[in-house]
């Protein structure tokens, strides 16, 4: 079956950095755009950053543009979020998610991805 785990999170002080990793397997991860979504205490849940299937095209939520880099490793079957210059606002806990097909464009709506991790919690505060 399909399985997603994300590791990484932590506790960053304002203004570090922390590198999300999500492992996946029971799916041919290169057939399918990736994404990672966010739910910060006491709001609802948010998508951040898609990558298309191959890598060639990233997209970003305007409040992470600059500061955060997905990208993915299809021979590893691996997606991962690069996120610098960390915020307060960015503490949540983050989630990765898989298309809920082969599409051929990145889905930045919630509904559009059948598959979730469990999530992996990001703290951000000095």
């Known amino acids: 079956q399909v399985q997603l785990v994300e590791s990484g999170g932590g506790l960053a002080q304002p203004g570090g950095s922390l590198r999300l990793s999500c492992i996946t397997s029971?799916?041919?991860?290169?057939?399918?755009?990736m994404s990672w979504a966010r739910q910060a205490p006491g709001k609802g849940l948010e998508w951040v950053a898609g990558?298309?299937?191959?890598?060639?095209?990233?997209y970003y939520i305007d409040s992470v543009k600059g500061r955060f880099t997905i990208s993915r490793d299809n021979a590893k079957n691996t997606l991962y979020l690069q996120m610098n210059s960390l915020e307060p606002e960015d503490t949540a806990l983050y989630y990765c998610?898989?298309?809920?097909?082969?599409?051929?464009?990145?889905?930045?709506?919630?509904?559009?991805?059948?598959?979730w991790g469990r999530g992996t919690q990001v703290t951000v505060s000095s």
């Open positions: 990558i298309y299937r191959d890598g060639s095209k990233t």
């Open positions: 998610a898989k298309a809920w097909a082969p599409t051929d464009y990145v889905p930045e709506l919630l509904y559009e991805y059948d598959s």
């Open positions: 029971g799916f041919t991860f290169s057939n399918f755009a």
